[in-house]
């Protein structure tokens, strides 16, 4: 059963006022690749828009507070911090980007941390499409919660 669809298969957002209010947390992880040519250019930070890891981080940031805005059936629930990690691997010429939610609510803050990853990387292709077309948006995933009814751990 997919809980957002009624029974007679009418969207509906959950009912969540019996649920307790909990620490919940959540972490979700993507990745964008370029060609070694574009990252070389990114290594040095040769871009005409700035800074790219930190403008990327302030808008997955603000992805994660505007979550309940973009997706119809989100709740809108209090976020108590957003972390969000931008690491280098040389050897595959991508960045990957890791972003943590917690809150103290009755719901989960899986889509504010998915939100917050795909935001942060289609930032950073904005910012480097000048570059290059060719720039892949990759592996967005749930890596964990935890909070609530149920745990999760991808491994």
Known sequence: ???????????????????????RTATAQGSIIFSKKTFKKLEKMQTKKGEITNVAILAGIMGAKKTSELIPLCHNIDITNVDIKITTNKKLSNLV???????????????????????????????????DKNIIIDKIKLISKKGGKSDYLND
């Open 1 to 23: 059963m997919i809980t957002h669809l009624s029974k007679k298969n009418k969207p509906q957002i959950i009912d969540i006022s019996k649920k307790e209010i909990t620490k």
């Open 97 to 131: 980007i890791n972003a943590s939610v917690k809150s103290t609510s009755k719901t989960g803050v899986e889509m504010e941390a998915l939100t917050a990853v795909s935001i942060s990387c289609l930032t950073i292709y904005d910012m480097c499409k000048s570059l």
